[in-house]
């Protein structure tokens, strides 16, 4: 696997950031309210959110790619010959 640092990488990460910081801010709970959520629980929903956008970004940006070389015998094909006679009956 090959990590290539390049502006699409950095734009992805940092809107991946940027979607954690806002839903870190967001779950902030209301002074007042009943349930008050844990800075932990917070923090858990943020990252997340940071993670799913960073792999959903990062998929949308490269997709899926295959390699294949053009001198790899396919699957199933033998590129040796194979004896008619078994090695061991040969010299007989």
């Given at each position: 696997?090959?990590?290539?640092?390049?502006?699409?990488?950095v734009?992805?990460v940092?809107?991946?950031?940027?979607i954690?910081f806002?839903?870190?801010?967001?779950?902030?709970?209301?002074?007042?309210?009943?349930?008050q959520?844990?800075?932990?629980?917070?923090?858990?929903?943020?990252?997340?959110?940071?993670?799913?956008?960073?792999?959903?970004?990062?998929?949308?940006?490269?997709?899926?790619?295959?390699?294949?070389?053009?001198?790899?015998?396919?699957?199933?094909?033998s590129?040796?010959?194979?004896p008619?006679?078994?090695?061991?009956?040969?010299?007989?």
């Open positions: 696997m090959n990590v290539v640092a390049d502006l699409a990488t734009l992805v940092a809107v991946g950031i940027a954690g806002m839903v870190y801010r967001w779950t902030e709970p209301a002074p007042n309210a009943a349930i959520s844990a800075k932990g629980e917070r923090l858990a929903w943020a990252v997340g959110a940071a993670a799913a956008v960073i792999v959903v970004g990062g998929f949308l940006m490269e997709g899926i790619t295959v390699e294949v070389s053009p001198d790899s015998p396919a699957a199933g094909v590129s040796t010959p194979t008619s006679v078994p090695p061991a009956e040969s010299g007989k």
